[in-house]
Nanobody
């Protein structure tokens, strides 16, 4: 079993920054991990993902240049540094983990096997 616990969400003014963390425990094997978000009344949206090795990343166009995903495999933790936040970034942010052994960057929700409960990010204008 794998458990994912997100932290770091909160309320911030537009233009501000937050750093989300996702700690993985259990049988993680340095898995590919990603971040998704879901705002009220909207579909879940892909944000960013990182490969097992950390050598490859991919970010959605809506966050490119503002958000950076990284990982610390020694700590089984993935981070999402969010800068220049906008009100439209307001959502519950979930991390996800892929248990395959591919060194790839999964982009679809169906590519992931485990999900965290999420952390709320609210950006005020």
């Amino acid at each position: 079993q794998v458990q994912l616990v997100e932290s770091g969400g909160g309320l911030v003014q537009a233009g501000g920054s937050l750093r989300l963390s996702c700690a993985a425990s259990g049988r993680t094997f340095s898995s590919a991990m990603g971040w998704f978000r879901q705002a009220p009344g909207k579909e879940r949206e892909y944000v960013a993902a990182i490969s097992r090795s950390g050598g490859s990343t991919y970010s959605a166009e809506s966050v490119k240049g503002r958000f950076t995903i990284s990982r610390d495999n020694a700590k089984n933790t993935v981070y999402l540094q969010m800068n220049s936040l906008k009100p439209e970034d307001t959502a519950v942010y979930h991390c996800a983990l892929d248990t395959s052994l591919w060194d790839w960057v999964p982009r679809a929700p169906s590519d992931y096997d485990y999900w965290g409960q999420g952390t709320q990010v609210t950006v005020s204008s």
